[in-house]
């Protein structure tokens, strides 16, 4: 599958468009990305371009076992940090 690089992408509708596409594909092999409300389509599309998919390690008979393998965005959003550090500052405050 030949992936069009982030920086060609002309908008959002086009990044939701290439990014159904490409999980779609993903789903195929057991592979399922998790996505937070901080993230657009396009940040999720260059999330899996540039980090995940380089490193990630599919292996071609992982969704005959019944396993899927999960990514989320929430492990790269700076937002969602900013979220749980609150929040585990709170809960520390209240306890």
């Known amino acids: 599958m030949a992936l069009k690089q982030p920086g060609q992408i002309a908008d959002e509708a086009e990044a939701a468009a290439l990014l159904t596409v490409l999980l779609a594909s993903l ?12 993230y657009t389509a396009l940040d999720a599309y260059r999330l899996l371009f540039d980090v995940i998919l380089p490193e990630a390690q599919i292996h071609p008979q992982l969704c005959s076992t019944g396993f899927i393998q999960h990514y989320a ?5 700076a937002a969602c940090a ?5 929040d585990c500052e709170r809960h520390h405050e209240e306890g």
Do not use: I, K, S
């Open 27 to 38: 789903a195929l092999h057991g592979v399922a990305l998790d996505m937070c409300e901080h």
């Open 73 to 77: 965005t929430w492990e790269y959003c």
């Open 82 to 86: 900013a979220e749980f550090e609150a």
